[in-house]
């Protein structure tokens, strides 16, 4: 089993920046890959960014357009995500997760095996 906590979300300005985190523990050798999506109220969640457990390689939804970065610390079992000139359309509820196999559908949700609790991001304009 493994267990992600996510920490870091907020209220922010317009242009603002955040940078969450998500903690990983327990099983953490199996897994080949962390994501992280949001979910906005009414809206369907949506896939902002993941990254091969061991860190090669890198993927972002188009939305990102160069804002967001996702990185990890080796050491402390933590993925991250580096928000930067964050927009009120950004509000929502951000999700760490974790998957034991590596789908090339890495934006659908439905290939993640373990998700966070979400931490809430808001914008203010």
């Known amino acids: 089993q493994v267990r992600l906590v996510e920490s870091g979300g907020g209220l922010v300005q317009d242009g603002g920046s955040l940078r969450l985190s998500c903690a990983a523990s327990?099983?953490?050798?199996?897994?080949?890959?962390m994501g992280w999506f949001r979910q906005a109220p009414g809206k369907e969640r949506e896939f902002v960014a993941a990254?091969?457990?061991?860190?090669?390689?890198?993927y972002y939804g188009d939305f990102v357009k160069g804002r967001f970065t996702i990185s990890r610390d080796n050491a402390k079992n933590t993925v991250y995500l580096q928000m930067n000139s964050l927009k009120p359309e950004d509000t929502a509820v951000y999700f760490c997760?974790?998957?034991?196999?590596?789908?090339?559908?890495?934006?659908?949700?439905?290939?993640?095996?373990?998700w966070g609790q979400g931490t809430q991001v808001k914008v203010s304009s």
């Open positions: 990254m091969s457990w061991t860190g090669s390689t890198t």
């Open positions: 327990g099983r953490t050798l199996s897994l080949v890959r």
């Open positions: 997760a974790a998957t034991l196999y590596a789908s090339p559908y890495v934006w659908n949700p439905n290939n993640y095996h373990y």
